[in-house]
């Protein structure tokens, strides 16, 4: 294995803490502006069993008799309001993260960002929690449409074949990415999806420290 592929939120870090409050923010501002262009508040939980999908499909699931333009007016609110959160340390950063990817850095991984976040969202955790360093030149999927998009952009660019990728993720939409373009799987049991998304993918890890041994067997098997 060449690169190491990661999503973000559930991942690398939660957005739990803030994220109800973020929408409720937006919405409010907007509905300010734009009176009843939402009528009522998603809770944090159902809010959370959408994240990891394109910004898009998370919000025809959450409003689907929104205007456009109204959705056109959250979307810009809403990642004003949550890159502000984050700015101030107001989500999780998973235990261990940061030295497990230094670790796995200094192992001669490559490091990649995999999100459906939107490009300020990813580069504002990054510089927040100072690990821009650590990961290669980012691609987002409001550059490239989707997180299969993203993968495949990256196999490009350092021209890998897929097995030389593992997407590590939490959600089904991790899975699909990696299925759609034939890269190995290792999901991360700790956050913000259903482990049926997830169990028969490939292998789990239960803490973000846990995942070098689960790339070194990996690796040993793509060997042998």
């Known amino acids: 294995m060449s ?25 409010a501002t907007v509905n300010a ?33 929104a205007a456009d333009a109204a959705l056109a007016a959250l979307h810009a609110e809403t990642l004003d309001v949550i890159c502000a959160h984050v700015a101030r340390g107001d989500g ?13 850095r200094a192992g001669g991984f490559e490091l990649a960002v995999a999100s459906n976040g939107r490009t300020r969202y990813i580069e504002t955790f990054l510089a927040t929690y100072d690990l821009a360093d650590l990961f290669i030149p980012r691609v987002s999927a409001d550059q490239v449409g989707d997180k299969t998009s993203i993968l495949r952009f990256y196999a490009y660019r350092l021209g890998l074949a897929p097995s030389a990728l593992v997407m590590i993720g ?45 790339i070194r067997t990996l690796s040993l098997e793509a060997r042998t």
Do not use: K
């Open 92 to 104: 999780i950063l998973y235990p261990d993260v940061a030295g497990t990817l230094r670790a796995l």
């Open 170 to 214: 939490d959600r089904a939409s991790d899975v699909e990415a990696a299925r759609a373009i034939g890269c190995p799987f290792v999901g991360c049991d700790y956050g913000h999806g259903n482990r049926h998304e997830i169990e028969t993918a490939g292998p789990l890890v239960q803490r973000f420290a846990d995942l070098p041994d689960v």
């Open 33 to 65: 502006a734009r009176p009843g262009a939402f009528a009522r508040v998603p809770a944090t939980r159902e809010i959370l069993d959408h994240v990891g999908w394109p910004l898009p499909v998370i919000f025809a699931n959450l409003f689907p008799a």
């Open 3 to 27: 690169l190491l592929a990661f999503d973000l939120d559930g991942v690398l870090y939660s957005s739990e803490p803030f994220l109800g409050e973020a929408y409720r923010a937006a919405i």
